[in-house]
């Protein structure tokens, strides 16, 4: 017969079932909090990376607009201070670059939610010991990702020709931060055929570009958006027809396919009946490049008549979009036989047109001749962003200028 209370043994086991219980409600707690103190530590060292270079979250129109404290410098910070305090008296600094959440501990942004500071020595990784399993943040590739990225463009006058004998009067000065709180600059003259290029010098940011034409004190300038690990490809256009010679030109158009057609086709049955309108009817009839990769349309263009003199250059325009975000255009053209193309240059999401000149003929090497002009194929390699994400083109022509 059972007493009315509980045996020795009984109260045993409900000391140990409720020491189990307690022990995995421990165990339990630890875990989600050991969850808490990893997400927070991964989203403050996220913050910090952002800090450091920039927020690509901050687009306006279609660029990047936040670059931190590398963008504003031009060189990564030495420590984590660097991003609250100036570390020289920089001009250019613009801090501070991260907030402090916890204002009676100034140094909390360098400290994990464990307490521990973070390992950062001015590379590009930050990192956290936690509890015992680290984890590191990567801000960039490489170094030279934030601080060497390159660009290349092209010069043009309003009518859109290129300096040719006049390159040498033409100065590309690009500005941008020296790593020690001022700016700097790297000028280049452009080719013949109004090529530059600023290679592996140019640091993440927001970056004044100009081109001045000595001979006619004319300037052409624009900012960039330099993003890591980036070749930027620009235009540079003076705002006076400065290369014309005489201002005589032949506008030529397709008639007929050429030596490439890989394009598709949409309002119209030929390729080159897609784009060979006088006036532009964008939508209306158009090839298509449903691809992220390049596909090419050469066309069969109209020979030229009563035409004489030296021939200064041969340019290809063409009026061309993206559907989405991703779109490039090349112009080009075929004489003797090879294609020759031109920058690669981005597409915008409205028609716009785009433009390449060859002052001299790539084939020889030499002026063009206007046998040689009756050869040319002209057209442009094109590509969208995928399948559902094309590039268009509506409308194709060359332009010749010459001096009788």
Same mark, same amino acid.
């Given at each position: 017969?059972?007493?009315?209370?509980?045996?020795?043994?009984?109260? +045993?086991?409900?000391?140990?079932?409720?020491?189990?219980?307690?022990?995995?409600?421990?165990?339990? &707690?630890?875990?989600?909090?050991?969850?808490?103190?990893? @997400?927070?530590?991964?989203?403050?060292?996220?913050?910090?990376?952002?800090? +450091?270079?920039?927020?690509? /979250?901050?687009?306006?129109?279609?660029?990047?607009?936040?670059?931190?404290?590398?963008?504003?410098?031009?060189?990564?910070?030495?420590?984590? $201070?660097? &991003?609250?305090?100036?570390?020289?008296?920089?001009?250019?600094?613009?801090?501070?670059?991260?907030?402090?959440?916890?204002?009676e501990n100034s140094e909390d942004y360098k400290r994990d939610a464990w307490d521990?500071?973070?390992?950062?020595?001015?590379?590009?990784?930050?990192?956290?010991?936690?509890?015992?399993?680290?984890?590191?943040?990567? &801000?960039?590739?490489?170094?030279?990702?934030?601080?060497?990225?390159?660009?290349?463009?092209?010069?043009?006058?309003?009518?859109?020709?290129?300096?040719?004998?006049?390159?040498?009067?033409?100065?590309?000065?690009?500005?941008?931060?020296?790593?020690?709180?001022?700016?700097?600059?790297?000028?280049?003259?452009?080719?013949?055929?109004?090529?530059?290029?600023? @290679?592996?010098?140019?640091?993440?940011?927001?970056?004044?570009?100009?081109?001045?034409?000595?001979?006619?004190?004319?300037?052409?300038?624009?900012?960039?958006?330099?993003?890591?690990?980036? +070749?930027?490809?620009?235009?540079?256009?003076?705002?006076?027809?400065?290369?014309?010679?005489?201002?005589?030109?032949? +506008?030529?158009?397709?008639?007929?396919?050429?030596?490439?057609?890989?394009?598709?086709?949409?309002?119209?049955?030929?390729?080159?009946?897609?784009? $060979?309108?006088?006036?532009?009817?964008?939508?209306?009839? /158009?090839?298509?490049?449903?691809?992220?990769?390049?596909?090419?349309?050469?066309?069969?263009?109209? $020979?030229?008549?009563?035409?004489?003199?030296?021939? @200064?250059?041969?340019?290809?325009?063409?009026?061309?979009?993206?559907?989405?975000?991703?779109?490039?255009?090349?112009?080009?053209?075929?004489?003797?036989?090879?294609?020759?193309?031109?920058?690669?240059?981005?597409?915008?999401?409205?028609? *716009?047109?785009?433009?390449?000149?060859?002052?001299?003929?790539?084939?020889?090497?030499? *002026?063009?001749?206007?046998?040689?002009?009756?050869?040319?194929?002209?057209?442009?390699?094109?590509?969208?962003?995928?399948?559902?994400?094309?590039?268009?083109?509506?409308?194709?022509?060359?332009?010749?200028?010459?001096?009788?």
């Amino acid at each position: 017969m059972r007493s009315n209370g509980y045996t020795l043994v009984e109260m +045993i086991l409900v000391v140990v079932i409720i020491g189990i219980l307690a022990s995995v409600a421990i165990q339990s &707690l630890n875990k989600t909090e050991g969850n808490r103190r990893l @997400d927070d530590t991964m989203a403050e060292m996220e913050e910090i990376a952002r800090a +450091i270079v920039g927020d690509e /979250r901050l687009i306006s129109s279609g660029a990047r607009t936040d670059f931190g404290y590398v963008g504003d410098i031009g060189s990564l910070p030495s420590s984590l $201070d660097d &991003l609250v305090t100036n570390p020289g008296g920089y001009a250019t600094w613009k801090g501070p670059y991260i907030r402090n959440n916890f204002i009676e501990n100034s140094e909390d942004y360098k400290r994990d939610a464990w307490d521990n500071p973070y390992a950062y020595t001015g590379g590009i990784t930050i990192a956290s010991s936690t509890d015992g399993s680290p984890i590191t943040k990567q &801000l960039a590739a490489s170094t030279g990702d934030l601080i060497s990225n390159t660009i290349k463009g092209v010069i043009r006058d309003k009518a859109g020709l290129p300096p040719s004998d006049s390159a040498a009067n033409v100065n590309v000065t690009v500005y941008y931060p020296d790593g020690s709180g001022s700016i700097t600059s790297a000028t280049t003259s452009p080719s013949r055929s109004g090529e530059f290029s600023f @290679d592996n010098q140019v640091p993440i940011g927001i970056h004044l570009i100009r081109a001045v034409y000595s001979s006619a004190s004319d300037t052409a300038s624009k900012y960039l958006a330099v993003n890591p690990g980036s +070749i930027i490809l620009t235009e540079l256009r003076f705002p006076s027809e400065l290369w014309a010679g005489t201002g005589v030109t032949v +506008i030529l158009r397709p008639i007929g396919a050429g030596l490439l057609t890989e394009l598709a086709t949409e309002g119209c049955v030929a390729n080159w009946q897609c784009v $060979d309108e006088v006036s532009s009817d964008e939508d209306g009839t /158009r090839v298509i490049r449903a691809s992220s990769s390049y596909g090419t349309d050469l066309y069969e263009i109209s $020979d030229p008549t009563g035409t004489a003199g030296a021939i @200064d250059s041969v340019i290809v325009y063409a009026t061309a979009r993206r559907e989405h975000t991703l779109g490039d255009i090349r112009l080009s053209i075929s004489s003797g036989g090879f294609l020759y193309t031109g920058v690669e240059q981005a597409l915008d999401s409205l028609y *716009a047109m785009y433009s390449y000149a060859w002052p001299i003929n790539p084939n020889t090497g030499l *002026a063009w001749t206007w046998p040689e002009i009756s050869d040319v194929e002209a057209g442009a390699i094109i590509r969208g962003q995928n399948v559902g994400k094309p590039a268009y083109i509506t409308q194709i022509w060359m332009v010749v200028a010459y001096t009788n």
